[in-house]
């Protein structure tokens, strides 16, 4: 069984930077996709940016382009998403997932859309991001 277990939440002042990290347990997959989404209160739950590992393609959502970073660690135990000049928006509880077969990010290799929070198979147990104007 995989656990995900997330860290480095926390309240940040606008334009501040904070850094996630999601330590994956049980397992060391090659190739295989992970991702972060986030949720805030009376929002769905959406796609914040993910990581097919076997080649390193990376997608971001649109909001975050240009300021969140999705990095894994060599041992690809840890994977970070590095947050930069954050927004009151971003103001959410942020979720890693991960998917062994590396097929929740076919959609957005294939150019076919974001992806999708029910292609993941395992999920950690979030972490708040608060961001203060």
């Known amino acids: 069984q995989v656990h995900l277990v997330e860290s480095g939440g926390g309240s940040v002042q606008a334009g501040g930077s904070l850094r996630l990290s999601c330590k994956a347990t049980d397992y060391s997959p090659s190739s295989n996709c992970v991702g972060w989404f986030r949720q805030a209160p009376g929002k769905e739950r959406e796609g914040v940016a993910a990581?097919?590992?076997?080649?390193?393609?990376?997608y971001y959502h649109t909001s975050v382009k240009g300021r969140f970073t999705i990095s894994q660690d060599n041992a690809k135990t840890t994977v970070y998403l590095q947050m930069n000049s954050l927004k009151p928006e971003d103001t959410a509880t942020y979720y890693c997932?991960?998917?062994?077969?590396?097929?929740?990010?076919?959609?957005?290799?294939?150019?076919?859309?974001?992806?999708?929070?029910?292609?993941?198979?395992?999920w950690g147990q979030g972490t708040q991001v608060t961001v203060s104007s």
């Open positions: 997932a991960a998917d062994r077969s590396g097929w929740a990010c076919m959609p957005f290799m294939r150019g076919r859309g974001p992806p999708k929070s029910t292609d993941f198979d395992y």
């Open positions: 990581l097919y590992t076997g080649a390193g393609n990376t």
